[in-house]
């Protein structure tokens, strides 16, 4: 089952904050957060691992609490830049099977 | 680093034809992905690889799909005969093992594909 996460979509204005929310039916070994810009490839944000530790890239935070089987992703003081769809991708504890969850739309105006 | 590149970028055809989209992974990348994207589906894994072996090809939609990967420099996703509901984005990406942890995906530009 696809991980689901929330908002469906969100509308922000410059400076403003944003928490998305993914959460999975099934134990996660660890998640992984992507943006996507209209038109081009899903390109790495963080990867959130069980332990606590995290990988990121950008000034993007996230958390993953294992036992609810879920992560959200903060955004903070939101740019121009920051629209997009946002994925989170999660690998099953066990099984290892990797999965997308099911987007959120995030557009920032001016 | 060139990052992943796939070919072509756009095909369009007609139904019952013959289908190839290529993938070259960035070097060293032990994991190689197949993903397609629709706007009703969302992002779906299809198959991936490690060390050119299939580990998982429980998304590949039916036997029309197939997927090879000769080498550690090259993969081919074919669809045979196509049909238009496999109309798509459909996107290879590869990543690396560091210690056991699954480290983070770089997806190529993708293959937009349409069949009439």
């Known amino acids: 089952q696809q991980p689901v996460q929330s908002p469906q979509a969100v509308i922000l204005r410059e400076g403003e904050d944003a928490v998305i929310n993914c959460s999975s039916s099934?134990?996660?070994?660890?998640v992984h957060w992507y943006r996507q810009k209209h038109g081009e490839a899903p390109v790495f944000l963080m990867i959130l691992l069980k332990g606590g530790e995290q990988k990121g890239h950008e000034k993007i935070s996230a958390s993953f609490n294992e036992k609810k089987q879920q992560s959200s992703l903060y955004l903070t003081a939101s740019q121009l830049s920051y629209s997009g769809t946002y994925f989170c991708g999660t690998f099953t504890s066990g099984t290892y099977k990797y999965i997308f969850g099911t987007g959120t739309r995030l557009k920032v105006l001016a | 680093d060139a990052g992943v590149i796939q070919s072509p970028r756009h095909e369009v055809t007609e139904m019952g034809q013959e289908v190839t989209l290529r993938c070259k992974p960035i070097?060293?990348?032990?994991?190689l992905f197949w993903y397609r994207q629709t706007m009703m589906r969302g992002l779906e894994l299809l198959i991936y690889f490690n060390n050119n072996v299939p580990i998982d090809d429980s998304g590949m939609p039916e036997d029309r799909f197939s997927a090879k990967m000769p080498n550690a420099s090259f993969s081919t996703l074919k669809i045979q005969p196509s049909e238009p509901r496999d109309s798509a984005v459909y996107f290879c990406?590869?990543?690396?093992?560091?210690?056991?942890?699954?480290?983070?995906?770089?997806f190529g530009p993708g293959t937009r594909l349409t069949v009439l």
């Open positions: 099934k134990a996660l070994y660890s």
């Open positions: 990406a590869s990543s690396s093992q560091l210690a056991g942890i699954y480290n983070e995906q770089f």
């Open positions: 070097s060293g990348h032990d994991y």
